[in-house]
């Protein structure tokens, strides 16, 4: 019954570990590759660039691929095209990990340009 247990522990303790490896290397690719110019250094978007923080991560996968793979064909998919061919299915993996668990509350930058945009620069 002890192996087990130990056993178990250990194989959670890996599982995090790799988590938070995927979720670490995600926010490297976010940073180098220049993600947050557009989608905010907290990922919260803006209102001319989506929010990806607390999104789900197949769809962050999945609109990832499609933009690398050029089967999107909204009117600003080819911005995100030149960002996403360079791309691996590793980095999109990684970067869904950390977006999808990047944690987005009301109080973070958007509602900031929010309220900026509608009631002029409050100071907070
Ligand atoms: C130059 C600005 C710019 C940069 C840099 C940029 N994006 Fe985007 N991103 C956009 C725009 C614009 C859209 C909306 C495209 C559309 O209408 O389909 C978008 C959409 C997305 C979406 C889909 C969001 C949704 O709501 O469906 C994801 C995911 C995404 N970007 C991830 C990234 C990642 C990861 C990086 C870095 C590798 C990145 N973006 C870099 C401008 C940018």
Redesign the pocket.
Known sequence: MKKIIIGVLILTISLFANDEMLYTKGQM??NE???????GSNAEGSS?????AG?SKK??IQ??KG?REGT?H????H??H???K??SDKD?EA??EF?SKKIYTNEQPDDQYYEEFFFGNTSF
Request: charged share 20%; hydrophobic share 45%.
């Open positions: 690719i976010f590759h220049g993600c947050f110019s557009c989608h001319d660039y989506p929010r990806l999104r769809y962050l609109k990832l933009y999107i909204s009117k600003r998919a911005i995100m030149r960002y996403a360079k791309l999109i970067l869904a977006l």
